[in-house]
């Protein structure tokens, strides 16, 4: 898989990218390249406050209208055990930037906690609606394909594939294209290198 062929998918506007696969396959440095390519102020949504990230600069309060560059919000209460309540203020800062940005990216890491409460799940999903009219493209990461809301596939551009010891067969109904992805997961599970991955583009081919 050629890093360059996925790099220029990122310089396209209004993309939906969601990676997925285990811990220590490499995606958050995959993402780091896209976000390089695609040469756009970033906000980073770090629940889990994954040390990943841990060279990105906090985002300075007042600071969501103006900043450039990459910035990360770490909210303040541990998402592994919050409540939606506790989790209401990460979705806040996520809809500043929405209402204040144009043409900016936002990366929601270990994404799948913001899906646990079928309410907050609906507040992101709204967020996905909205994303192209603010050209904003959007990069989810999950650990597994399991977790990859349903609610989400009609807004997905990207499936970026990393190597999972799940079974990913088990969720044939999550997805309209699922011969494609379950054939790319078991090519990249079968892959010697462990940073390998594949790419499918929703609107066209896999690459």
């Known amino acids: 898989m050629s890093k360059k062929r996925i790099q220029k998918r990122a310089t396209r506007i209004n993309r939906f990218i969601v990676v997925s696969g285990a811990r220590k396959v490499g995606k958050t440095t995959l993402i780091k390249e896209l976000l390089v390519a695609s040469k756009r102020s970033t906000l980073i949504v770090n629940p889990l406050r994954d040390d990943g990230w841990e060279e990105v600069p906090i985002l300075a309060e007042g600071e969501m209208g103006s900043f ?114 379950f054939a790319a997961q078991n090519s990249v599970n079968l892959s010697p290198d462990r940073y390998d991955f594949r790419l499918i583009d929703v609107s066209a081919t896999s690459i």
């Not at 913001?114 to 904003?136: C, E, H, K, P, W």
């Open 68 to 181: 450039k560059g990459v910035r990360q919000f770490v909210p303040k209460v541990e998402f592994s055990n919050a409540t939606v309540k506790e989790m209401q203020g990460s979705y806040e800062v996520m809809r500043e930037l929405f209402r204040k940005r144009r043409s900016v990216s936002i990366v929601i890491d270990d994404a799948f906690y913001y899906f646990r409460n079928r309410g907050f799940s609906g507040m992101v999903t709204g967020l996905a609606m909205s994303a192209s009219q603010r050209d904003i493209d959007m990069y989810l990461v999950f650990h597994s394909l399991g977790q990859i809301p349903t609610a989400l596939s009609p807004y997905i551009t990207d499936y970026v594939i990393k190597k999972s010891a799940e079974k990913s067969e088990r969720f044939h109904y999550k997805f309209p294209n699922s011969e494609a992805i």
